[in-house]
């Protein structure tokens, strides 16, 4: 059976599908990877069509899915049969598919930017998944360098007692142009500096993920 990972965040615009989406192309080479887009905006959906024309390839090195409703759950168990690794885009809000996605997770990840907006907001998906008795881990996304903000999102997150990866996600346009081209960004650009931070956030997750 698979190791299913949540990445789930009560607000949208949180970077849900790019968090997928880069930890999914990375690990394609190696693993039997899987991605489920349970978010009714269906933005993995369209990413994977992009990749699949960018690679000339029918399942462009991984399998990603939709479903919503009651047969989340179902859709999960059978993507679990026949891959390592599966990701769940989750949809925003305290939906009965974001519920069902966490429950189903062997880990939940919870994107989160160093906004106050985006800090409050992260509370509901932290409780869901402490409520459904699954381990959570904090990413933070599209954070700068360093900074006021970043420095008292970290601080507010460990007086909470939030848990949250060394490992953060940069604000970088990388991202950005990977996800246009249907792409991650170690694929787009191998050596650039967004790459090396996905790496980093997969040999911190080694423990759920494995090593290749």
């Not at 009714?40 to 899915?65: C, D, E, H, I, N």
Request: one cysteine or more; charged letters at 20%; hydrophobic letters at 50%.
């Amino acid at each position: 059976m698979a190791i299913v990972v949540t990445v789930a965040q009560q607000k949208g615009g949180a970077g849900k599908t790019t968090l997928v989406a880069q930890l999914a192309a990375a690990l394609a080479p190696t693993r039997r990877v899987a991605a489920l887009d349970v978010d009714p905006q269906a933005s993995l959906m369209r990413w994977q069509a992009a990749r699949k024309a960018a690679l000339q390839a029918a399942g462009a090195g991984l399998t990603v899915a939709e479903c919503a409703g009651w047969r989340v759950g179902t859709e999960i168990s059978r993507l679990s049969r026949d891959h390592d690794i599966v990701f769940i885009d989750s949809p925003p809000h305290a939906e009965t598919e974001a519920r069902l996605a966490v429950r189903a997770a062997d880990l939940v990840l919870v994107p989160l930017q160093p906004t106050p907006l985006d800090l409050w907001a992260t509370g509901p998906t932290l409780a869901l998944a402490e409520a459904e008795s699954r381990p959570v881990r904090v990413v933070l996304n599209r954070a700068p360098a360093r900074g006021r903000l970043l420095d008292s999102t970290r601080e507010e997150l460990a007086r909470s007692q939030a848990p949250v990866l060394a490992a953060a996600l940069g604000n970088r346009s990388a991202y950005a142009t990977s996800m246009q081209r249907g792409l991650g960004v170690t694929e787009s650009a191998p050596r650039g500096l967004a790459a090396e931070e996905v790496r980093a956030l997969i040999a911190e997750l080694a423990d759920w993920l494995g090593r290749p």
